[in-house]
């Protein structure tokens, strides 16, 4: 069953003036309202440079309704798809789903095991169910794809990506980030420059200059590089795309008939 919110600017007047009449407490949300969605269609985990056997992916996912003073366990189930090629209680397992007391965010997390040379990108769909806590769902919210490589991929850090996008340009290959990482270094892949950065324990938060610096840097080492090897410029891999809207899902975004050159697609000022 779907439920939709929605506000009107006279009922808010009216529970102000009920609740300075009465002084009683008029929620805006009831508890039983509540319902939880992924922040994006699909994410992405990079396991490169890691040496456990098994390794712990955190999915985040965005809160309608109050805090509550206990956890709230959340439905999840693995559903079909022609992407998956990972097996529950073999390549992963669904260690957690809940929303922490006292927080308006929540978290799924997944064990995965370690892939492999012959295997090197696994991936299963997840689907949030209705279930005792969570009894409403958020439309075209509750299913996220979630995959995990060795490879380079594009940044599972919401913030970090956010600000490639707006900084270096629209667009994504693994030769792009890998060369992206060799000029700028790791930190790159968890810092972010918006206020959810700053306020996200997982992200570094960095300021608008500090993200100019690190474009200007960029984009003068490769135009740099492209001029004295204008028969060897960088390129992007093959896997590149460009998107319309930094939310927009890997696999979703544009392919261009050719391969482009770095230089061509990353922001000059």
């Not at 689907?127 to 009894?135: C, H, L």
């Not at 790791?186 to 500090?210: C, F, M, Q």
Request: with cysteine; glycine share 4%; net charge negative.
């Amino acid at each position: 069953m779907r439920k939709t919110f929605s506000y009107n600017i006279a009922a808010a007047l009216l529970a102000i003036i009920c609740l300075s009449c009465t002084q009683e407490d008029i929620p805006v949300y009831d508890l039983a309202d509540s319902a939880v969605k992924f922040q994006h269609k699909s994410e992405q985990f990079s396991l490169r440079g890691e040496t456990e056997s098994r390794i712990s992916l955190k999915i985040k996912l965005d809160l309608f309704g109050p805090v509550c003073d206990h956890d709230r366990q959340i439905k999840v189930e693995v559903v079909d798809s022609s992407y998956n090629n990972a097996v529950q209680g073999s390549d992963f397992e669904i260690v957690e789903a809940v929303v922490p007391a006292g927080e308006l965010s929540g978290r799924i997390v997944i064990d995965v095991k370690m892939v492999t040379i012959d295997n090197p990108t696994k991936v299963t769909t997840l689907a949030i169910r209705t279930g005792a806590d969570f009894q409403h769902l958020v439309s075209e919210a509750n299913v996220c794809r979630v995959t995990w490589s060795d490879e380079y991929m594009r940044p599972s850090n919401a913030w970090a990506w956010q600000s490639w996008y707006y900084f270096f340009g629209p667009c994504y290959s693994k030769a792009y980030h890998k060369l992206l990482v060799e000029v700028l270094g790791e930190e790159i892949e968890h810092s972010g420059y918006s206020n959810g950065a700053k306020n996200d324990p997982d992200t570094d938060y960095r300021v608008l200059t500090w993200w100019y610096a690190q474009a200007g840097q960029f984009y003068e080492f490769v135009k740099a590089h492209d001029a004295a090897h204008p028969d060897d410029p960088y390129m992007h891999s093959d896997d590149f795309e460009t998107y319309t809207n930094y939310q927009t899902p890997v696999g979703q975004g544009v392919k261009p008939d050719r391969i482009p050159t770095i230089l061509s697609t990353i922001n000059s000022n």
